[in-house]
Structures are given as structure tokens and as C-alpha cells.
């Protein structure tokens, strides 16, 4: 049975966090432990997580020195992490009881690199839209990015190939991705819906206009396309994203 290492970036979601580690905890598959990456300067939080780790022994807590962004944080976390597969979960998402060892599973069949699955968006505690997973090329993913963060699982060996986040306050995930399959990687999905996403009016994921500069930075800096073809590469990528979340 592997070592799962669930890297959780921490920052201000002390509403949140006691019912994200609960998630983990209820987990039917027991061998992991997780990574919490305390991205936050208020020491009263701090505190209030040490309380949680005495509840959850599993958990170990890493403080940084100076705020690196949820990106920077999950990097250190991998850099700590001791399991076969990296998971990662934020501090406000939640997953259903039966998700590791059902991707775990799967993954070790199979023999996966990197795997998500289908997840719930919720706001406000009720149900909003449901996201189905699919098996995701390159060239899947300049066009639409499809992938629920806190769904992924991946080999802690592809971080030794050095792929890591980059330093961008939104898309930090989406650079990722595209690098790993732009080495040829398909990412495979799981079409059960594992996880539960929490939207929120006032998170970095939910600013329009950092979201499109971000993903200008994504094409132009580090997929190296010129100014014309990151343009045309965000028109798609937004396009698809409206109507992704109109249906």
C-alpha cells in the first residue's frame, strides 16, 4: 500500500480548514499523511492549528518564513513530502470518503503518472454545478483547463523532472499541468465526482481580471508563444470557460 502525502496550502480559511481535514481523516484508505503549509502571518490561526493536531495525527504543520502564495506553499509541502503519490487538497475543499483508494487504485493499474476526477462546486453550502473529468492531452488543455486542483493525484517522481508551480497568484495550477503534458503525459481521468470545490465571491480563483493577466503569463512567459498567439490563446481558454459555466 503506497504513501499518499497530501500537501494543503493554509491561508485564512480558518472557517474551513476543521471540516477539510475531516474529509481526510474519514478517508477509507489510511496510508497517507499531510502536509500543511501555513501561508499566513496571523498567529491566531496558527494556534488554532496546532488544536487540530492533536485531534488528526497525521498532520504535520510547516511554517513559512514569509508568504510565498498557495503556488510557493505547495511546493515546499512536495519538498517534504515522503509518499509514492503527491495528493493536493486546499484548506477549503472537501473529499469524499472513498477518494484515495479509489484513485489510488486506478492509478496503480493502470500505471498512471497523474489522475483527476469529476467534483462538485458548492456556494453558500448548496450545490451549484457538477464538473465531469476527461482524459486531457496538451493540446486538450491549451484550449480549456478541465481540472478540479484538489481532484489530482500524481507521482512524487514527475517533481524530480523539474516541474514545480510557478509564482503566479491565480493559474499556478493550470502552468503545471500544461508542462507535464506537454512531455507527452496524458492526464487521465476519473469520472466520478471525489471532491467538493468551495467557490468563493471573494478568493484569488474568483477574480476575473487576474485570472485573464495570469493567463496571458501562461501562454507568453512560460509557453513562450508570441503576443498575438497568447491573445488568441486566452480568447479560446475564456470562451471555453463561459461557456463551460453557463450550461
Not at 475543499?93 to 479509489?102: E, G, S, V
Not at 458548492?122 to 492531452?137: E, F, M, P, T
Not at 508570441?226 to 450550461?247: E, P, R
Amino acid at each position: 500500500m503506497p504513501l499518499v502525502s497530501i500537501v494543503v496550502p493554509y491561508y485564512r480559511k480558518k472557517l474551513f480548514i476543521s471540516q477539510c481535514l475531516r474529509s481526510i481523516h474519514n478517508q477509507t484508505y489510511k496510508h497517507y499523511e499531510i502536509i500543511l503549509v501555513y501561508d499566513d502571518e496571523d498567529p491566531r490561526d496558527y494556534e488554532y492549528l496546532l488544536t487540530l493536531k492533536k485531534i488528526y495525527k497525521k498532520l504535520f504543520i510547516i511554517k513559512n518564513k514569509k508568504r510565498q502564495g498557495a503556488g510557493g506553499a505547495r511546493n515546499l509541502g512536495i519538498k517534504f513530502a515522503k509518499g509514492d503519490y503527491i495528493a493536493f487538497l486546499d484548506s477549503d475543499d472537501m473529499w469524499h470518503k472513498q477518494k484515495l483508494k479509489i484513485q489510488i487504485n486506478l492509478m496503480k493499474k493502470n500505471n498512471w503518472d497523474i489522475s483527476h476526477t469529476s467534483y462538485k462546486i458548492i456556494s453558500n453550502k448548496v450545490a451549484i454545478q457538477n464538473r465531469k473529468a476527461k482524459d486531457l492531452s496538451f493540446q486538450n488543455l491549451i484550449k480549456s483547463c478541465d481540472i478540479g486542483l484538489s481532484s489530482v493525484i500524481m507521482k512524487r517522481s514527475l517533481f524530480k523532472q523539474n516541474i514545480k508551480f510557478p509564482n503566479l497568484k491565480t493559474k499556478e495550477d493550470y502552468v503545471l499541468w500544461l508542462k507535464i503534458a506537454r512531455q507527452g503525459k496524458t492526464i487521465y481521468a476519473i469520472n466520478k465526482i471525489l471532491m467538493s470545490w468551495q467557490k468563493s465571491s471573494n478568493s484569488l480563483s474568483s477574480n476575473t481580471l487576474r485570472k485573464l493577466l495570469d493567463g496571458y503569463c501562461v501562454y507568453r512567459m512560460y509557453l513562450s508563444y508570441s503576443v498575438i498567439k497568447s491573445l488568441y490563446s486566452l480568447f479560446i481558454l475564456s470562451f471555453n470557460f463561459i461557456k463551460k459555466n453557463n450550461k
